[in-house]
């Protein structure tokens, strides 16, 4: 391995900016790190360059440990955005500069100067200052200074934000080129998806200082696991939808899904539909695939190689599945694209009826689909539903909060509603919180959430599970919301207190399994620790001991579930999860 | 017939008349009123006022001491700049301000500030006095007071420069295997060179011109810690204008001659930089 990062963490301000960052980069690869700005990818790289500190983690580069390495030591080249040539020195010093402080000889030094203007494209340039040349020459420059000596890693920083598209397009080449010659491993940082697609052997997706994916670009094209990655990574209609036995349902059509699920009960997902797998067709007898449902064209617009629909789906209840898609979030319009070919056979028009069909429909891996906030009346659910931290969820999730009454709510017998409960049900914290919880658990209602009503936005979240058949659910529900909270993750491991020792060497198992398991299904890092006393009582005393935490717990059965959470859940003072798998 | 090309950017006659106007009457015409002053002395008398040991004396002391003031300001107010713009602590802001408060301050002030704490009994001198070291009323005290009215002309010239030199540059040093040292050396220092040499050339130009303070610290011995501004107004006092503007003249001289030898070091030092790019 070229460039390996285990665990690394960069705080500023309390806040974490690179949050628990594993990554391995093979020998030449062409690693592209993307994400929006602020997603801590700049910081990362920096890192890797040494020129910014970790406050966690190892950095190692070709098996050497460089963590606690200077910048110059570390033997890596960065080129920046804005070039940052020595404005005071040619062509020819400034690639020579890293030659120099080597001491090396003036004859050699020349010969290699050569060589790499020759690889850069440069030749004859070594008298220029840099303000004679274009900002395209510029970072050629900054590219053959990079080099220059021969280093292990090339880094670049969004070498390409500052030229304009004609100069970026061949630059981009260029690089490609230069770094298959040398072999050199190379890690890029760009915000721009097709930079990323055009350059890289494999993208890594940042968001939030996470490390939310990596894979081969038409991987994480076609099968993202995370509705940031799906909708980052070009323009994509989330739907939620049903997953029955039959296939995928939205609205009254089931579609089949690309993929097969291990999880075999009914349940709440969110499908991705990419605009240009979506056909338009003037009937549903003229569909050649799934049909999805009818609708209106709502916006025809030529952008040259294709053609961009909004479809306003006319079936209300698909037309409610429809999460608003990453472009203006307003209106919940399908986003289609379609070929020349297409617009020749079938011509629409703004205001166009249409029978609309599904090609292909991906389904997210994620857990957290919808939520919907339960209150004895819709007064108080609709209260509940304005809870900064859900409201925030919501909106980075993209997903859609529904509201539900249940009168009964908490009394003993009473049955609940005739609508299951799909999705994420809310509940409000305080007085008789761990019997409600215990009595919608008891009717169906597998992933709950309690909410105080106000809190500070958590920092850690802390994962425990009652019981092996909610690990992996409980697990992929805690990757699914660490994606959109930036804070850290911990399992707390609990044995009881009366242990003679016995119990230890399985707690200790325990805790390495969660972690590993974390990592390998879920692409996240976890930090563990070990505790001992009764279950909820002790995690009770982890919340309090600091602030701004939050707690996601996996239980099975719920044999006195009420009484031994009550203290834990009627405090009100955390928000918690409780995710319900296990024998039916 | 119009001399120049018509311009983009109206109002040039205007401005330029206004330009030429101002600067004859407020610079140009005292200076030649001094300099007919001065000529309308015999030539032995001249000579006689400006060859004189005390006024020979007096252009070592001023001259020299404000040479050194401007070398003591170009070390210290460059790393004082250097301070300013490059950490974040608390009271930046009101170190950044104190810098000007010498040219707030009457000079007069700053010279009975400076003689109360360095005389034999002051709160400093007296430390010193054991030691050896006199300040207050020797060449050390003109040197001293002539640094601080012209440190804040250093700051200011050196701290823009500072500013403008990208941390980007340093950082794409370092990661090509530069240490501090060299990074100082070959990357900010010629960045900021021609900004130090202007803070030079002021400093030195205030510290030349400089008089209330000096005169309270320097206890204007003659040949000794006399300067010339001092000589021209002891001059004045015994109503020997024309002794004073003989002085005046010298002083405008070797001034405007200093300064054009600062002035053409930079602009050959910008020519060098130049040709090594062709």
Redesign the interface.
């Known amino acids: 391995m070229s460039i390996t990062l285990d665990q690394v963490t960069k705080h500023y301000g309390g806040m974490p900016v690179v949050n628990d960052v594993s990554l391995d980069i093979g020998d030449g690869e062409f690693f592209v790190l993307l994400g929006p700005s602020g997603s801590g990818k700049s910081t990362l790289l920096r890192a890797i360059a040494g020129l910014s500190s970790v406050d966690h983690g190892r950095i190692a580069l070709h098996g050497r440990d460089v963590t606690h390495v200077a910048a110059r030591k570390r033997g890596v080249g960065l080129v920046f955005q804005n070039y940052a040539l020595f404005r005071h020195m040619t062509v020819a010093d400034n690639i020579e500069f890293a030659l120099r402080v080597r001491r090396m000889r003036a004859a050699k030094r020349r010969q290699r100067r050569k060589e790499l203007l020759r690889l850069v494209a440069l030749e004859g340039m070594d008298d220029r200052l840099p303000t004679q040349l274009s900002g395209g020459q510029q970072q050629r420059v900054a590219v053959a200074r990079a080099l220059a000596h021969k280093p292990e890693v090339l880094l670049l920083d969004e070498p390409f934000g500052a030229l304009d598209a004609k100069i970026r397009e061949e630059l981009r080449r260029t690089i490609r080129q230069v770094q298959r010659e040398l072999g050199i491993t190379t890690v890029l940082v760009t915000h721009d998806q097709e930079e990323a697609f055009a350059m890289a052997d494999r993208i890594g997706i940042m968001n939030l200082g996470r490390l939310l994916e990596m894979g081969a670009p038409h991987e994480l094209y076609s099968r993202p696991a995370t509705r940031f990655v799906a909708t980052f990574l070009g323009a994509a209609n989330l739907i939620l939808a049903l997953r029955t036995p039959d296939g995928i349902q939205v609205g009254g059509a089931t579609l089949a899904a690309a993929e097969r699920s291990a999880d075999a009960r009914e349940h709440e997902v969110v499908a991705v539909v990419r605009p240009e797998e979506i056909e338009v067709a003037p009937a549903r007898g003229a569909l050649t695939s799934g049909f999805l449902a009818h609708g209106v064209v709502d916006e025809a617009m030529f952008t040259g190689a294709v053609e961009r629909l909004r479809v306003r789906l006319a079936n209300d209840g698909a037309a409610a599945q429809l999460l608003a898609g990453n472009e203006d979030g307003v209106s919940a319009a399908l986003q289609v694209t379609r070929s020349q070919y297409e617009q020749r056979a079938f011509t629409v028009h703004a205001g166009a009826q249409v029978a609309v069909g599904v090609r292909r429909l991906h389904v997210l891996p994620t857990p957290l689909s919808s939520f919907t906030c339960c209150a004895t009346t819709e007064a108080l659910a609709e209260a509940l539903s304005h809870q900064p931290l859900l409201t925030e969820l919501a909106a980075r999730m993209k997903t859609r909060i529904a509201l539900r009454s249940e009168p009964q709510l908490g009394l003993a017998q009473a049955p609940a509603g005739p609508e299951a409960f799909v999705g994420t049900t809310v509940i409000a914290a305080g007085e008789d919180c761990a019997v409600r919880a215990e009595w919608l658990l008891r009717r169906g209602a597998k992933d709950l959430l309690v909410l105080p009503a106000r809190l500070a936005a958590p920092q850690r979240v802390l994962i425990h599970w009652l019981g092996e058949a909610a690990r992996s659910a409980t697990l992929g529900m805690s990757a699914s919301v660490l994606r959109h909270v930036p804070a850290e993750a911990v399992y707390v491991g609990i044995l009881p207190d009366d242990d003679d020792g016995s119990r230890r060497p399985p707690g200790m198992r325990e805790l390495l399994d969660a972690r590993s398991e974390a990592q390998a299904a879920h692409g996240l890092e976890i930090r563990t620790e070990l505790r001992f006393g009764e279950v909820a009582e002790e995690l009770a005393r982890r919340l309090a001991e600091s602030p701004a935490q939050m707690l996601i717990v996996g239980v099975t059965e719920l044999t006195r579930f009420a009484e031994r959470f009550r203290a834990l859940l009627d405090a009100g003072q955390w928000p918690v999860f409780l995710v319900q798998r296990g024998p039916p | 017939m119009s001399l120049r090309k018509p311009s983009v950017l109206p109002g040039f006659g205007l401005t330029l008349g206004f330009t030429t106007f101002f600067l004859s009457a407020i610079v140009l015409l005292p200076l030649a009123a001094l300099v007919l002053e001065a000529g309308s002395m015999p030539w032995r008398d001249f000579l006689h006022v400006v060859l004189s040991p005390r006024a020979l004396g007096s252009y070592r002391l001023s001259f020299g001491a404000s040479l050194l003031a401007a070398s003591i300001n170009l070390v210290f107010g460059f790393i004082i700049a250097w301070t300013l713009v490059r950490y974040e602590f608390p009271g930046r802001k009101v170190i950044d301000a104190l810098i000007d408060m010498p040219f707030a301050l009457p000079t007069a002030v700053s010279g009975i500030a400076l003689t109360t704490v360095f005389a034999q009994n002051g709160w400093i001198g007296r430390y010193l006095e054991p030691l050896g070291i006199k300040v207050a009323y020797t060449w050390l005290g003109v040197t001293l007071a002539l640094t601080l009215i012209s440190m804040p002309f250093a700051v200011r010239a050196v701290q823009p420069a500072l500013l403008e030199v ?1 941390r ?2 340093e ?9 501090r040292l ?1 990074v100082f050396r ?2 900010i220092l ?2 900021v060179l021609p900004a130090l040499l202007t803070g030079f050339t002021l400093s030195f130009a205030r510290a030349v011109g400089e008089y209330g303070s000096v005169i309270f610290i320097a206890g204007n011995l003659p040949m000794k810690t006399e300067i010339t501004p001092l000589l021209i107004v002891i001059h004045l006092e015994e109503f020997d204008y024309h002794g004073a503007a003989a002085l005046g003249v010298v002083m405008l001289g070797i001034s405007f001659v200093m300064l054009l030898a600062i002035n053409l070091l930079q602009a050959w030092g910008r020519r060098q ?1 130049v040709r ?3």
Request: glycine share 10%.
């Open positions: 990208q980007d540059l950082e794409a040093a370092e990661t090509l295997g530069a240490g060299y070959r990357i010629p960045t930089h090594a790019a062709h």
